[in-house]
């Protein structure tokens, strides 16, 4: 499987833009970066995701650098709403059919906002 | 929408006793996951079905577990017998997929087992 490298932890000030890093040097042209987060006592939350392209969403912002190796999920104002744990998740093609691919997690990123 | 419906939320069983958790995956999603998540090993993929065929359970620990998908609204992880290292948050997710495109994973609240 594709793998993704994180910091285990970062902190933020409230209001401030975050910038979570992920690296994924094995990535393969084919596959989708993906961002998930959880908060505390919750299930995974979709965030966003991408091939190429920076995509923005009402949630945050990705942008991938230009050889594909990296990329960093950026929430323009963090609240204390975003402390959580942030997955960067490299699409495993494992079914060539109709209907949804595999996502393997790892360990995340866990956001800390400080008042 | 009323999203990833699990059942039940919390689950306290005593080892050897036969566990049955539910999912309610969101209408029109053609495929649906189960995740086992704990502290020492994260967010796993037990099994995962696509228009209610399992298309891989080489996730699932072993045959004491197992899993159905009998209709497009429905799927069940049944663990026979339980033991204790089997205590976990377990999680159903859905998803449209066209095989090509990527759509998001919708998660369910998580059902919490204990197994004592």
């Known amino acids: 499987d594709a793998k993704t490298t994180q910091p285990n932890s970062m902190e933020s000030n409230e209001e401030e833009p975050v910038h979570l890093p992920c690296n994924h040097s094995t990535i393969s042209g084919t596959d989708y970066i993906h961002w998930y987060r959880q908060l505390p006592s919750q299930g995974p939350e979709y965030v966003i995701h991408?091939?190429?392209s920076n995509v923005n969403n009402r949630m945050a912002s990705l942008a991938i650098a230009e050889d594909r190796k990296s990329s960093t999920l950026i929430l323009h104002r963090a609240t204390l709403r975003d402390a959580a744990v942030y997955y960067c998740?490299?699409?495993?093609?494992?079914?060539?059919?109709?209907?949804?691919?595999?996502?393997?997690f790892g360990k995340g990123t866990k956001l800390s906002v400080i008042p | 929408d009323a999203g990833v419906i699990q059942s039940p939320r919390h689950e306290v069983t005593e080892m050897g006793q036969e566990v049955t958790l539910r999912c309610k995956p969101i209408s029109g999603h053609n495929s649906l996951f189960w995740y086992r998540q704990t502290m020492m090993r994260g967010l796993e993929l037990l099994i995962y079905?696509?228009?209610?065929?399992?298309?891989?359970d080489s996730g699932m620990p072993e045959d004491r577990f197992s899993a159905k998908m009998p209709n497009a609204s429905f799927s069940t992880l049944k663990i026979q017998p339980s033991e204790p290292r089997d205590s976990a948050v377990y999680f159903c997710?859905?998803?449209f997929g066209t095989g090509h495109y990527d759509y998001g994973y919708t998660f369910g609240s998580g059902t919490r087992l204990t197994v004592v």
């Open positions: 998740i490299l699409r495993v093609l494992a079914y060539s059919g109709a209907g949804s691919y595999q996502l393997t």
């Open positions: 991408g091939l190429t």
């Open positions: 079905f696509n228009n209610n065929v399992p298309i891989d």
């Open positions: 997710a859905s998803s």
